[in-house]
């Protein structure tokens, strides 16, 4: 055990560092589910390609460094250090990307993962139904096989909602019933369509905040590639587990998020600390521990994967400690800032631009998507505890 | 950059293990509790394992290992309920007495004696009686004390497998002076918090295995008690805890042994992290148990008594958040990401 970092892994992020200080845009950009806030996030993904961050870890010749976990860390710490914008590109670069990099073929690897990087391709996810939410395993939306002049397509017909990202989007990844006569996680197919095709109809929902951050998706017999299909017909549900587990475990959730915000709340403390009651105090404190705690068990298990070792149930734990403690930490700052907490970004004396208010209402979606602290607690207790099933 | 344990850490811990798990099962437990006695009577074995001599250097005749290493002894010590002193002696009081008194240290690591300690964060000294020596953390002295010479005062505590003695420290031997005495005494702090907090990380994960087995074996409306969510969503919560307590725990461990400036803060985390994990681990132990958890005939009551007392000692939580308090308000410790680690270079 040696908690210290090399001297490649200093320079690594000094170069980081310094590419971000000369990159970063001065003044926060739009909210990324505006029209205008998406195509600036998108310049944003565009501008980091140029420098060859897009994605740090993936292979060169599909966009990356060949960077290794512990860099890719370092390069998130540097990434929220430096106040750079949210990545609209997340459900691609952070699900969809490694995903395809197990499951897909070289020729789709080669196809959707430069252009993912890039930011010059956005993707959505379409998991959810409007009866299949936690209970994934009732998906209904089908896709039926057909041949027209010699090619093998896809009719993609039904309904997803709570779509990341959909509104703006290019492309959309999900999970199919392929198998009309098959039950639950059987006879389902991972996806990949287009969000402008022909047949599909995307309706915006509008969020807490007022934005349009997800959607529904209309598919009428949307004629889609048999290509497009990610790994074997059948492998849906076991490959969109594996996305599950990309997106509970490592990638998700950086670290480096949670202790900015930490940082910022021991800040406003101390503005306010004459007057605040002492009970926040430790509020604060046990904020800074835990997001500490969360970093900690980052580099632990980011050891133990660069060891050869998996990333099992357990990432049920990460999310349900880093949601958790995102809401904890935006409630202590909501507490603090008492009469002005309701006040938005456009009012004069808003705190912070109002950004505490916005990032309260977005830590209460935390421990809902990507599957639901309920349905982590259950995978705990199940896998991990090996208690009996209901 | 790397968070794992060395393959010799490993074979140790899980020779350690294997050991513990057979010698110090439940029903021996029981039997000891039963006849007033809190003597496992195993000291020279763990002496021939060379686990006292842990982290005596090879030339006083121990093994030589490390802070991280011993962490990992400590949380089996703590699995098992173990009531041998050995955190308090083989983690505490021999690695210091290898810089003070080598002979002795080669004698601790030999089993020809044994040598506890008290200090003000741990002012109970537990299972005197067979101890030769007391090494003495006190204001202004830090001495070694014979065991009868000790003055000793019964105490009586609620775990039933510790057997406190306070000490009068008067007559003690002069071990060190001046500024090296504020030196010993927070190097002995830190171990024993570090230690006791590796400790804790063992009783939560036993007693999360205790309640699993519980709830599949208990039935009620006819079916296991564990395929109820409420049952299984306590028992995530507390598995959740030691997840996240056990980095902080390993990371201090490493601060320690390569002299991190932020050892004080790291091992405040861990204290305070495994307590909280541990003491929400016995709430919700007693509570998946139902009325047999609160009876003196099941052996959880063992683990939570334990848990009880090691949150207490080598520093309370006040005492380590008020560590974490000065850092953050008073000492402008670097904050936010990128803060975390720090380079080989320094």
Redesign the interface.
């Known amino acids: 055990?040696?908690?210290?970092?090399?001297?490649e892994?200093?320079r690594f992020?000094q170069e980081v560092r310094q590419w971000l200080a000369e990159h970063v845009p001065a003044e926060p950009l739009p909210s990324l589910d505006t029209p205008e806030g998406f195509e600036l996030h998108r310049n944003w993904e565009r501008t980091l390609k140029s420098g060859d961050w897009g994605m740090v870890t993936w292979p060169i010749e599909y966009g990356g460094r060949g960077c290794d976990l512990?860099e890719w860390l370092?390069f998130?710490?540097?990434y929220?250090?430096a106040g750079a914008p949210l990545r609209v590109s997340q459900n691609g670069i952070f699900l969809l990307g490694p995903t395809l990099m197990e499951f897909g073929s070289d020729e789709q690897k080669s196809r959707f993962l430069p252009p993912m990087a890039a930011g010059d391709e956005i993707w959505a996810q379409a998991w959810s139904e409007p009866n299949a939410g936690s209970d994934m395993a009732a998906i209904r939306a089908k896709a039926t096989r057909v041949t027209e002049d010699a090619e093998d397509y896809y009719l993609l017909e039904g309904q997803k909602i709570w779509s990341s990202r959909a509104v703006f989007a290019d492309w959309g990844f999900g999970i199919f019933r392929t198998d009309p006569e098959s039950k639950r996680h059987r006879g389902l197919s991972f996806v990949l369509f287009p969000l402008d095709a022909d047949g599909v109809t995307i309706r915006p929902i509008r969020q807490l905040d007022g934005d349009a951050g997800f959607a529904e998706i209309f598919f009428d017999n949307a004629k889609i590639p048999v290509a497009n299909r990610l790994g074997d017909e059948g492998q849906g549900w076991h490959i969109a587990m594996a996305t599950a587990g990309f997106e509970r475990g490592l990638m998700l959730r950086s670290?480096?998020r949670f202790?900015?915000t930490?940082?910022r709340l021991?800040e406003l403390y101390?503005q306010n600390a004459e007057r605040v009651a002492p009970s926040v105090?430790?509020q604060v404190?046990k904020a800074?521990?835990?997001a500490?705690?969360?970093?900690?068990?980052t580099?632990?298990t980011?050891?133990?994967l660069m060891?050869g070792g998996k990333i099992g149930s357990?990432a049920?734990?990460n999310k349900?400690?880093w949601s958790e403690l995102d809401r904890e930490m935006h409630r202590t700052a909501m507490s603090i800032i008492g009469a002005r907490a309701e006040l938005t970004e456009h009012a004069s004396d808003a705190v912070d631009d109002g950004r505490w208010l916005d990032g309260y209402m977005f830590s209460l979606a935390g421990p809902i998507y990507a599957g639901t602290n309920?349905i982590?607690?259950?995978i705990?207790?199940?896998r991990?505890?090996?208690?009996?099933?209901? | 950059?790397?968070?794992?344990?060395?393959q010799d850490e490993i074979d140790l811990r899980d020779g350690a293990r294997e050991y513990l798990r057979g010698r110090c099962t439940r029903e021996v437990l029981r039997k000891l509790v039963e006849n007033e006695s809190t003597d496992l009577d195993s000291w020279s074995e763990l002496v021939e394992m060379g686990l006292v001599g842990f982290l005596v250097p090879e030339s006083a005749g121990g093994l030589g290992m490390s802070d991280?290493g011993f962490v990992l002894l400590a949380e089996e010590a703590g699995y098992v309920a173990m009531p041998e002193p050995l955190i308090d002696v083989a983690g505490v009081a021999a690695p210091l007495l290898a810089g003070l008194d080598a002979e002795l240290a080669a004698h601790v690591a030999g089993g020809e004696a044994r040598v506890v300690t008290a200090h003000p964060l741990n002012p109970y000294v537990n299972q005197l009686e067979p101890s030769d020596h007391i090494l003495v953390f006190a204001d202004n002295a830090a001495g070694l004390l014979d065991a009868a010479d000790a003055g000793a005062e019964d105490v009586a505590g609620i775990d039933p497998l510790r057997r406190l003695s306070k000490v009068c420290v008067s007559d003690a031997t002069t071990l060190a002076t001046g500024a090296e005495i504020g030196v010993l005494a927070k190097r002995a702090a830190l171990r024993g918090a570090l230690f006791t907090a590796a400790e804790l990380l063992g009783l939560t994960a036993a007693m999360?295995d205790m309640s699993?087995n519980y709830?599949?074996e208990r039935k009620q409306f006819g079916?296991?008690i564990?395929?109820?969510?409420a049952?299984?969503?306590h028992?995530?919560?507390v598995?959740?805890k030691l997840?996240?307590?056990?980095?902080?725990v390993?990371?201090a461990?490493?601060?320690l042994?390569?002299d991190n400036e932020h050892v004080a803060l790291h091992v405040a985390?861990a204290k305070?992290?495994a307590s909280d994990a541990a003491i929400s681990a016995a709430e919700v132990a007693i509570q998946v148990h139902g009325g047999i958890g609160y009876t003196f005939e099941a052996d959880l009551h063992l683990f939570m008594k334990r848990v009880w007392a090691l949150t207490g000692i080598w520093g309370d939580r006040n005492y380590h958040?008020n560590v974490?308090?000065r850092m953050?308000?008073d000492q402008q410790l670097q904050?936010?990401?990128?803060?975390?680690?720090?380079?080989?270079?320094g």
């Open positions: 055990m040696h908690l210290r970092y090399t001297p892994q200093d992020r512990i370092i998130e710490e540097e929220y250090r670290p480096a202790q900015k930490a940082e021991i101390k105090r430790e404190l800074y521990l835990d500490e705690a969360y970093c900690l068990n580099y632990y980011a050891s133990r060891a357990e049920s734990c349900i400690f309920e982590q607690r259950n705990i207790a199940e991990c505890l090996g208690l009996p099933r209901a | 950059m790397d968070f794992n344990y060395s991280t999360i699993k709830v599949i079916v296991a564990g395929t109820f969510q049952v299984k969503h028992l995530s919560t598995f959740t997840e996240f307590a056990r980095p902080t390993y990371r461990a490493a601060s042994s390569d985390h305070i992290a958040m974490v308090d953050i308000f904050l936010g990401p990128a803060a975390t680690f720090q380079s080989a270079s």
